[in-house]
Antibody, heavy 127, light 107 residues
């Protein structure tokens, strides 16, 4: 069974940092691009970042570019999101999601839908 | 950046009704369009990809259509378990933008 389990969420002060992790199992992690998506309380889904299977290609939403860093460790079947300079508007549930098909990212784009999703981890940025 | 606009933002329909949700892209995206269902308090779930391909295990009352800029998600006979928010997503580029969501309730 494909499983994604996020961890690392919590309460952090504005300007602070947090590192999220996503542990993957049940599939060949090193073959798939991975993604982070967030959802602010009562709001819709917002794509945050994507990383290709070998970490060659990385993409960010403008709202987090320069503050967040996505990475992965294929030996540990793990995805990460380092979040720095956090703001109140970063408060959200953060989901990791696998691309629906293997190897769908290139130097210019990613052509994958998201499936499956993890259960999410809540990040609250507040003083 | 291509914007994704869903309509309506919310709807209320009776059990057994046919329900249609529209998603419009500000530029053409071919058929690089997915639909997700998010039930209250739950994780988003993939329903449809490539605009019209039903994900395995999804009930056949769900269907998708469209290409280019205009897409629809149809529930042929609304069931109580379909109460959820539905999102479209484009995936023709690195910026895999979601629509703002359509909340479906039972009348």
């Amino acid at each position: 069974e494909v499983q994604l389990v996020e961890s690392g969420g919590g309460l952090v002060k504005p300007g602070g940092s947090l590192r999220l992790s996503c542990a993957a199992s049940g599939f060949t992690f090193s073959s798939y691009s991975m993604n982070w998506v967030r959802q602010a309380p009562g709001k819709g889904l917002e794509w945050v970042s994507s990383i290709s299977s070998s970490s060659s290609y990385i993409y960010y939403a403008d709202s987090v570019k320069g503050r967040f860093t996505i990475s992965r460790d294929n030996a540990k079947n793990s995805l990460y999101l380092q979040m720095n300079s956090l703001r109140a508007e970063d408060t959200a549930v953060y989901y990791c999601a696998r691309d629906g098909m293997a190897d769908r990212c290139s130097s210019t784009s990613c052509y994958g839908w998201f499936d499956p999703w993890g259960q999410g981890t809540l990040v609250t940025v507040s003083s | 950046d291509i914007q994704m606009t869903q309509s309506p933002s919310s709807l209320s329909a009776s059990v057994g009704d046919r329900v249609t949700i529209t998603c419009r892209a500000s530029q053409g995206i071919s058929n690089y369009l997915a639909w997700y269902q998010q039930k209250p308090g739950k994780v988003p779930k993939l329903l449809i990809y490539a605009a019209s391909t039903l994900q395995s295990g999804v009930p056949s009352r769900f269907s998708g259509s469209g290409s280019g800029t205009d897409f629809t998600l149809t529930i042929s006979s609304l069931q109580p378990e379909d109460v959820a928010t539905y999102y479209c997503q484009k995936y023709n580029s690195a910026l895999r933008t979601f629509g703002q969501g359509t909340k479906v309730e039972i009348k």
